[in-house]
């Protein structure tokens, strides 16, 4: 979701590894690894230094994009939770940035519910699989009329990927909603269950068209 030419503020950015290979792989000139915690940051200042990326990839002791630097374009927010998201993007000028990349651990929803309340546009959605399903949202703050409750479910992008990643993570979420009926017995869960069929449904007819 990077592309070239792009100067990237990494928040909770760990051991810095992502503004490191961004920058290692010629993705990005510049990048900014930025964490609230001394010891996360001294071991991606180890990393820097281990990688010869002094200059190119700066530590940044601060909480979210308190100290964000002019220079930046895109913002990336990965490994976290949809209320500490939120927390470092509420009343923030998000105007000048090119794109937010977003990867919340739970409650993806709630995050395209912010994004649509603001009138921001998502312009590119993954899901990756890594133990787990993750998926990563990126918007811009272009303006954009609120996305209906099923794009906020399931992703204006998303709903439109016949790749079979997707299809899996929906055939994921689909079994956890139908084991949690036949233990709960709620008809929320199944009515759940029963629009990610819905939804696999027409992306496997549009795939066979």
């Given at each position: 979701m990077i592309t070239e030419n792009e100067v990237v503020y990494d928040v909770g950015s760990d051991h810095g590894l992502l503004p490191c290979f961004l920058v290692t792989n010629n993705i990005c000139k510049k990048a900014y690894a930025s964490d609230n915690k001394d010891g996360p940051l001294s071991k991606a200042k180890e990393n820097i230094e281990k990688f010869n990326l002094t200059?190119?990839?700066?530590?940044?002791?601060?909480?979210?994009?308190?100290?964000?630097?002019?220079?930046?374009?895109?913002?990336?927010?990965?490994?976290?939770g949809f209320h500490t998201v939120k927390h470092i993007l509420d009343g923030k000028d998000l105007s000048k940035y090119k794109k937010i990349i977003v990867q919340v651990n739970k409650d993806v929803p709630s995050l395209r519910r912010y994004i649509s309340d603001r009138h921001f546009t998502i312009i590119d959605e993954k899901v990756v699989h890594d133990d787990f399903y993750y998926e990563i949202v990126a918007f811009s703050p272009e303006y954009h009329e609120k996305y209906s409750e099923k794009e906020i479910e399931f992703g204006p992008i998303l709903m439109k990927n016949s790749e079979n990643i997707y299809l899996e993570y929906l055939n994921s979420r689909k079994n956890m909603y139908l084991s949690i009926y036949k233990k709960a017995h709620k008809e929320e869960y199944l009515e759940k269950a029963r629009k990610i069929e819905e939804l696999i449904d027409i992306i496997n007819k549009t795939r066979s068209n």
């Open positions: 200059g190119k990839v700066v530590p940044i002791l601060a909480d979210g994009i308190e100290k964000i630097r002019d220079d930046v374009t895109t913002i990336t927010i990965a490994g976290m």
